[in-house]
Nanobody, 115 residues
Framework: QVQLVDSGGGSVQPGGSLRLSCAASGFMFSVYPMSWYRQVPGKESEMVARITMNGGTKYADSVQGRFTISRDDDKKAVYLQMNSLKPEDTAVYYC?????????WGQGTQVTVSS
């Protein structure tokens, strides 16, 4: 079955960096776009970054220039490098895949940016 396992969250000070990882299994990873979303309690989830099977990327305006999404098809993994973190980046981050019309999510990893 499809499984997405998120990791790499934590607490950092403003200006710091974190790298999130998502380990995927149970589907043909290399042919599907992958995304990272984030959610703050009481707010709708926001797509942070997306990467296509060919490596094309798209970012939310709020993270453009600070975050970088990448993928390793051999390892079936997708990453989110987050630099210059701001307090407003605090959220639970989720890996996401849409496969044959079904939505799949990782379990989420908490990112807290605070001084």
């Amino acid at each position: 079955q499809v499984q997405l396992v998120d990791s790499g969250g934590g607490s950092v000070q403003p200006g710091g960096s974190l790298r999130l990882s998502c380990a995927a299994s149970g589907f043909m990873f290399s042919v599907y776009p992958m995304s990272w979303y984030r959610q703050v309690p009481g707010k709708e989830s926001e797509m942070v970054a997306r990467i296509t099977m060919n490596g094309g990327t798209k970012y939310a305006d709020s993270v453009q220039g600070r975050f970088t999404i990448s993928r390793d098809d051999d390892k079936k993994a997708v990453y989110l490098q987050m630099n210059s973190l701001k307090p407003e980046d605090t959220a639970v981050y989720y890996c996401h895949a849409s496969i044959m019309g079904d939505e799949y999510w990782g379990q989420g990893t908490q990112v807290t940016v605070s001084s």
